[in-house]
């Protein structure tokens, strides 16, 4: 479920209330046929329901909305359903929850502290945590990690996050292993990241091509912003719409007039959020996101359980 999928749901219900008003209204105005009561009487129930659903729509969306900005995520749909599954999860079985953070906080200090009882080298440890078929969850935990050591050459070397990086498939981690290597000067394997995501950009399911935007947005590099440009055309305007804001995580000012371009487009939502984006990367240099920083990269760390 993506914001735009939200916003388009969200216009549908208010057009529907909007239309059953307008109805009601049409109709009273026209007669006052006492056999018309109970037709009227019908409709007044009717409005009442779908203002009420309209009602408890804006509530779920604020609160996917703020709990989206709480765990530092972008219009990410895919990021929105986990946080939403999180909450659900917590709210059924909250002393489980907390056990899970317990555990996730204990985990995060073995891995990533020196200790008198394991005396190996981060990336073993690393290494044996990660093996066979990682869960998302350990992927998470791993990927902070691994963000953690991004200055600690000698503890996780080069060679040990480029040898993490081919034997792992979960995304989001090979995303957070390439942006570690590139804070210390090797673009290498976000290059690699980059090209390897393009293929679902070619996918015939609009859905596959928003995902891989999604992904090329959390890398918040420049590279990216090349890639993602002929997407700002796409057929599909839930597609275009994510091509939008992956631009405004990934480019700078150099795409400004591209973002600008969008402008005058018909569709009022593609409009309004091409002037948004052209806006904030007006404000960023010729030079922005060629060097990753390094509050990007923990902005975009997937969220641990």
Request: glycine share 4%; with cysteine.
């Amino acid at each position: 479920m993506s914001y735009s999928n939200i916003g388009s749901k969200k216009s549908l219900l208010i057009a529907a209330v909007a239309g059953a008003l307008f109805s009601f209204a049409i109709n009273h105005w026209v007669s006052d046929n006492p056999e018309q009561t109970q037709d009227l009487q019908s409709k007044e129930d009717a409005i009442k329901k779908l203002e009420s659903s309209l009602a408890q729509k804006e509530a779920e969306l604020n609160n996917i909305r703020l709990l989206a900005l709480r765990h530092g995520s972008s219009t990410n749909g895919n990021t929105v359903n986990e946080i939403c599954k999180q909450v659900n999860a917590s709210q059924s079985n909250p002393s489980r929850a907390a056990q899970k953070i317990d555990d996730s906080v204990l985990i995060l200090r073995k891995l990533g502290s020196p200790s008198d009882n394991d005396r190996r080298p981060y990336s073993e440890k690393l290494a044996e945590f990660l093996s066979g078929a990682p869960s998302p969850d350990k992927a998470a935990i791993a990927s902070k990690v691994i963000f953690d050591l991004t200055n600690d050459r000698n503890g996780l070397p080069d060679y040990a996050l480029q040898s993490m990086y081919n034997s792992q498939s979960d995304p989001n981690l090979k995303r957070v292993i390439a942006q570690v290597l590139s804070q210390r000067g090797n673009n290498a394997l976000l290059e690699s990241y980059i090209k390897d995501v393009q293929p679902r950009l070619r996918s015939e399911t609009p859905r596959d091509r928003q995902d891989a935007l999604v992904q090329l947005a959390k890398t918040h590099s420049a590279n990216a912003a090349d890639v993602i440009i002929p997407y700002l055309h796409d057929p599909d305007i839930n597609v275009r719409l994510d091509a939008l804001l992956a631009l405004r995580d990934t480019g700078n000012q150099q795409q400004v007039g591209v973002a600008e371009a969008l402008i005058s487009d018909p569709d009022p939502a593609v409009s309004s959020l091409a002037k948004d984006v052209a806006s904030d990367l007006q404000n960023l240099s010729f030079n922005a996101r060629t060097n990753l920083s390094r509050s990007e990269i923990e902005s975009a760390l997937p969220p641990i359980p």
